[in-house]
């Protein structure tokens, strides 16, 4: 009896939530009733696609979700994951930031106590064409890289804009990890030279916010060696060897040539020593052994996991759940029936191999001229992108400006225990480190990610006291 009371309850409010969608321009056929196997929310979602080349036939899929409460007065952040060529969906919308995490049977789903919708609408996006259920009928289009991927982008938000319109004057916020270390600040600078342009229509930047980014190769490559002997993971003699015989400078991306071959061994030797059973994106957290025995361990030892926080085997978790056809009807994906399973990373995106060498700070330089808040923000047990490289570009970069810094280097607190560490630079540039999290922040460290974002989307500083603030 209740669970029928539950469905006819949750059909009047999707009876109601059309309503109020058809008198605020809500586009009703993109709207999700209820996803498989989730809990009951009082916040709408939506999902599908919007056509950034007709003719090409080139279409990104989305999933949006409202903040939880009071929605009309919240900003509107995207999100973009990296890769390049990995999901902003099943990365940022379902295992980081967005309202729900898949259960550990993979047919369902759990709230997100620490989602970011507690404090914005969140808009996901899957870029470019070719990944997960973004896809084009031009073969060709597969080959990509950073230019189109900013340009398509540009159009999704035009695109979806016409779907929301309600959005199209509301504060954004332009966000991602990763590799959209490019993504974000290149859709960002087109962003710009449009409101440049533009006698009609302007895009209301508000922010812009970059986790563990890429940013430039000559400096985050060398970070990575740096972080492994300063955690211990290499001898002082690999490291001494790596210093000796790499010169990192005009490094670039995928190329076996870049070094000597004693700098090559050494940094074989590196890697080897580091091994397969550590989580390179996260060095303190365990790995997940995905096999049915290893599960059941898993799941019986549960209360020890979850002392760390985040549930390792999330990844396989979240593919076997987007894989089900009830799953991607209710959020209107596939619509071409792509021949292939959805996956996390592309296979079939053939992504440039030099637009890893992109120098990003001039653009991120062009961000702050235009008096747009940037953060910076670093998981400190990421040996991917560590901070030691990310932290020294943000002051070379402020440093070029001529920014005084006007934040000392010191610690930010939340709840009562040190977030992590930050500094800024003249009033639109913060570089932040998140204690205790990895190169995904929101999914290592769900609660202080949450209240690192609440202070940029306020606008404010991060809290340099003691004094818990209970959420």
Known sequence: MAASWRAVALAVAAVGWLLAGA???????????????????????????????????????????????????????????????????????????????PRGDGRGLRLNKKSWNRASNLLFVESPAGVGWSYSNTSSDYSTGDVRTAHDMYQFLLGWYAKFPEYRSRALFLTGESYAGHYIPQLADVLITHNEKSKGFKFNIKGVAI????????????????????????????????????????????????????????????????????????????????????????????????????????SYERFFYFNLPEVQQALHANR???????????????????????????????????????????????????????RTLVRELAHAMGLHVTVPYSTWFHKGQVGGWVTEYGNFLTFATVRGASHMVPFAQPDRALG?????????????????HID
């Not at 008198?23 to 009733?33: G, H, K, S, W, Y």
């Not at 790995?287 to 996991?305: D, F, G, N």
């Not at 690192?452 to 818990?468: A, D, E, H, K």
Request: hydrophobic residues 40%; charged residues 20%.
């Open 211 to 314: 986790g563990n980014p890429l940013l430039k190769l000559d400096r985050d490559v060398p970070a990575t060696y740096e972080y492994f002997w300063s955690h211990g993971m290499i001898s002082d003699e690999i490291f001494l060897a790596i210093s000796h015989s790499c010169d990192f400078e005009d490094y670039t991306f995928n190329d076996p040539h870049n070094e000597s071959k004693s700098c090559n061994d050494a940094i074989a030797e590196a890697n080897s020593v580091v091994g397969d059973y550590v989580n390179n994106y996260d060095v303190i957290l365990d790995v997940c052994y995905p096999s049915i025995v290893m599960q059941e361990l898993r799941l019986r030892e549960y209360a020890t996991k979850i002392s760390i926080g985040v549930d390792v085997c999330m």
């Open 452 to 468: 690192l974002f609440r202070s940029i989307v306020l606008g404010q500083r991060l809290p340099n006291t003691t004094n818990p």
């Open 23 to 101: 008198a605020r321009a809500f586009p009703a056929e993109d709207l999700v009733a209820r996803l498989p196997g989730q809990p009951p929310v009082t916040f709408r979602q939506f999902a599908g696609y919007v056509d950034v080349d007709a003719k090409a036939g080139r279409s990104l899929f989305y999933y949006f979700a409202e903040a939880r409460e009071d929605a009309a007065a919240k900003p509107l952040t995207l999100w973009l994951n990296g890769g390049p060529g990995c999901s902003s969906v099943g990365g940022g919308a379902f295992t980081e930031l967005g309202p729900f995490y």
């Open 336 to 390: 071409t029936h792509l021949k292939h399973h959805w996956s996390m990373c592309s296979d079939i995106l053939n992504y440039s191999n030099t637009d890893g060498n992109i120098n990003i700070l001039p653009t991120l330089q062009r961000i702050v001229e235009h008096k747009i808040p940037l953060w910076v923000f670093s998981g400190d047990q990421d040996s991917v992108v560590p901070l030691l490289g990310t």
